[in-house]
């Protein structure tokens, strides 16, 4: 092994193990997409008893949160607020979820 390869292959190898590291951090903090958080949050609705077609979102208004995904039957509004990671940051309800 020649001198310059002896010094430059472990830093190398830092290097790699480092990026490596920074990738899965990174993969694991990433937000999830507004699609896959208003799906996760209809069909917490849908276990109330209620229909993944009556949600629809949008923008929240309030600092640290992100979306506000409102599902509506009948006389019955639920309504969650979901922060910038993506999770359920508060639950709104009201009036009595019928089968609509």
């Known amino acids: 092994m020649t001198p310059g390869l002896r010094i430059w292959a472990p830093v ?13 951090l990174g993969a694991r903090s990433a937000a999830p997409g507004e699609t896959e958080v208003i799906e996760r949050m209809a069909a917490l ?4 008893g209620g229909r993944i077609s009556d949600c629809a979102a949008r923008p929240a208004a309030s ?13 019955a509004v639920r309504e969650y607020f979901v922060d ?3 999770r359920l940051a508060h639950r709104r309800a009201e009036g009595v979820l019928m089968q609509c």
Not at 45 to 48: I, K, N
Not at 63 to 75: E, I, N, P
Request: net charge negative.
């Open 45 to 48: 609705y849908a276990e109330e």
């Open 12 to 24: 190398a190898a830092l290097v790699a193990l480092a990026a490596l590291v920074g990738y899965l």
């Open 84 to 86: 910038v990671y993506g």
């Open 63 to 75: 600092d640290g949160l992100w979306l506000v995904v409102r599902c509506a039957c009948g006389g």
